[in-house]
């Protein structure tokens, strides 16, 4: 690293410049991942308070299983009851309808979870603890709450039917909608009333059983909560799209540094020759080229982590946004190590420099 | 001490290989100053290459040493040749090649830093050694500019204690004046011939011209490859 640390102070225009394009490319993707992780909490928050050890959706013949047109009936929740091995099933509806406040027309758009009472649930599920004891009460999520402007004990309408506000607690969402809870019996006439068949449309299932034979005896997909994600089609759309725009900002950042190192170590050569033929090893001059790559990206990705930070904070008021070791610290290691292997690239110029060029006029 | 013994060297041409250097044995003592003279294209930077172990000859062994510490360079493998550079020979360029970004007094502690994380007490003698030379080759006032900053004379004098800095056995010189006017270049060669003196080292000088012979102990010839016949001192 001797000649590193001072190339860097002698060039360094050259490589504020290459450590500016890294900061940006990672604020770009610090953003990106930010409003992934904010537009994924926004989809799946509620989803993932969800109890056991697989979610239940219908699966029918013709279609991929969502959790949007799901419909359990009582024959098929009772052969989950029942089946070998499972300890506990957990019925549980959920639809999209909206919610308004007597005296404001503007109504709101909600997801209604009926959740049963008494269900196997985890002291800290902030989804369960929301669950009203009678039918006449709901639960809301602060979003909820801050929509409807509305405060515990005050009264809010859904489909028709008046509810008391019995609790208002976290930031729950489900496919862009904050969630309010209910039980199972409001929730069962609330389904009907849109339509629906009051049929719980997921299960969330526990023991030591055989989920695969289970299923395809009652017409059904279990999957883990994290599988069952790719059911909600706004996450699947949303999510994809962005993944695979940060997957390019990866792929640029790493051909962006590799070329800039590829041009450096070029015009370098004639004093890798030098060096060389004054007995350097290729092992040497390699690590210090490395060495250069790690601290301009090093350099480059902490002014970038810095600004989505600050940026972060202020994006966070207006758009989902999040800002976390996941969004931010994650991406910035891939691109180091993105960029390294761009940098590696680089290497074949130290390495074949012949030290030979360093005698006669050449240079 | 180093003796180049019946060196020969060929490189291809197309379907065949001419030869660049036939049976050439150089000989060059401690102490001394061997001047290798000729016309361009004779073969005489090739000669400095074999010494440098920067190519490997056809035929002919690079003796260094003295003794039972005498090794043939020309059997080294290329990771022992660059152990060999970095260890005994020194070697001052035509251009001084000097890297840019590092200061008279880094050219010369780089040499302590060659071989990589090992090393440390070399390091320590190396870097204990710098202003020594730089006084020897009188450049102490400009240890901390950089070659951009120096003139020609003194980028030279910087790449002579470069090469001087690790105490070389051996030290190749590449047309040290060919970049420089008459007056530095007259500086230049006395500073050689004084350092080699001093320290005790066999040097063996390429150059294109005779006008600083004063400072040599002998001068081979070359000419098409050939040692042709010695040059009046």
Redesign the interface.
């Known amino acids: 690293m001797f000649i590193a640390w001072r190339e860097l102070r002698f060039a360094r225009g050259r490589f504020v410049l290459i450590g500016g394009v890294v900061a940006l490319i990672t604020l770009l993707v610090g953003f990106l991942a930010g409003l992934t992780g904010g537009l994924a909490y926004q989809n799946i928050s509620s989803v993932l308070q969800l109890p056991g050890d697989r979610l239940v959706l219908q699966q029918s013949e013709n279609s991929t299983p969502s959790f949007s047109t799901s419909t359990l009936d009582k024959n098929v929740v009772q052969a989950w009851e029942q089946a070998q091995g499972i300890e506990s099933v957990t019925p549980i509806g959920i639809i999209q309808s909206r919610a308004t406040v007597s005296g404001v027309d503007e109504p709101a758009g909600v997801a209604l979870f009926g959740l049963p009472q008494g269900a196997q649930v985890a002291a800290s599920n902030t989804l369960f603890e929301l669950t009203p004891e009678n039918d006449d009460e709901v639960g809301l999520s602060q979003g909820a709450a801050e929509d409807l402007n509305v405060q515990v004990g005050d009264s809010i309408a859904i489909t028709g039917t008046t509810f008391t506000v019995h609790a208002i607690g976290d930031d729950l969402w489900y496919s862009h909608t904050p969630v309010i809870t209910m039980t199972s019996q409001a929730w069962s006439e609330s389904s009907i009333r849109v339509g629906g068949s009051g049929d719980p449309t997921v299960l969330a299932v526990s023991g030591p059983a055989d989920y695969e034979a289970i299923s395809a005896q009652t017409g059904t997909i279990a999957q883990t909560t994290l599988s069952s994600l790719t059911a909600l089609e706004a996450f699947q759309s949303e999510i994809g799209s962005l993944a695979l725009m940060i997957a390019m900002l990866f792929g640029i950042s790493a051909l962006v540094v590799g070329a800039f190192f590829t041009v450096w170590t070029m015009q370098r050569a004639g004093d890798i020759a030098v060096l060389k033929a004054l007995g350097s090893t290729n092992g040497a001059l390699m690590r210090d080229s490395l060495g250069q790559a790690l601290i301009v990206l090093v350099f480059g990705i902490a002014v970038g982590l810095v600004a989505v930070l600050g940026l972060g904070a202020l994006a966070g008021q207006a758009l989902p946004f999040v800002v976390s070791p996941l969004t931010t610290l994650a991406p910035a290691a891939v691109m180091v190590v993105l960029g390294l292997m761009g940098a590696v690239f680089a290497l074949r110029s130290v390495t074949h420099a012949d030290p030979l060029t360093a005698l006669g006029s050449n240079r | 001490m180093i003796t180049l013994q019946n060196i020969t060297l060929t490189f291809p041409d197309g379907e065949h290989r001419i030869t660049a250097v036939n049976n050439v044995t150089i000989h060059g003592e401690n102490g001394t100053v061997t001047g290798i003279t000729g016309p361009s294209g004779s073969g005489k930077?090739s000669i400095?290459?074999v010494a440098?172990t920067?190519?490997r000859p056809d035929a002919g062994g690079i003796l260094i040493g003295n003794g039972t510490d005498t090794i043939d360079a020309a059997q080294l493998s290329k990771?022992d040749a660059?152990?060999?550079?970095?260890?005994r020979?020194g070697?001052v360029?035509?251009?001084s090649?000097l890297?840019?970004?590092?200061t008279a007094r880094?050219q010369l502690?780089?040499?302590g830093?060659?071989?990589?994380?090992t090393g440390r007490t070399k390091r320590a003698k190396i870097d204990a050694r710098v202003n020594e030379l730089l006084d020897a080759v009188g450049l102490s006032a400009h240890a901390n500019k950089?070659p951009h900053q120096l003139s020609g004379g003194q980028r030279q004098r910087v790449s002579i204690a470069?090469a001087l800095i690790h105490e070389p056995e051996v030290l190749l010189v590449?047309?040290p004046t060919?970049a420089l006017d008459q007056e530095s270049g007259a500086e230049v060669m006395g500073l050689i011939a004084r350092l080699t003196r001093e320290r005790n080292t066999a040097t063996l000088l390429v150059t294109h011209d005779l006008v600083h012979r004063n400072v040599f102990d002998d001068v081979i010839t070359i000419v098409d490859g050939r040692v042709s016949e010695p040059a009046a001192v």
């Open positions: 930077s400095l290459a440098a920067l190519i990771k660059t152990a060999l550079r970095r260890e020979i070697i360029f035509q251009q090649n890297i840019p970004a590092l880094e502690q780089i040499m830093r060659l071989g990589g994380g950089r470069r590449d047309e060919s």
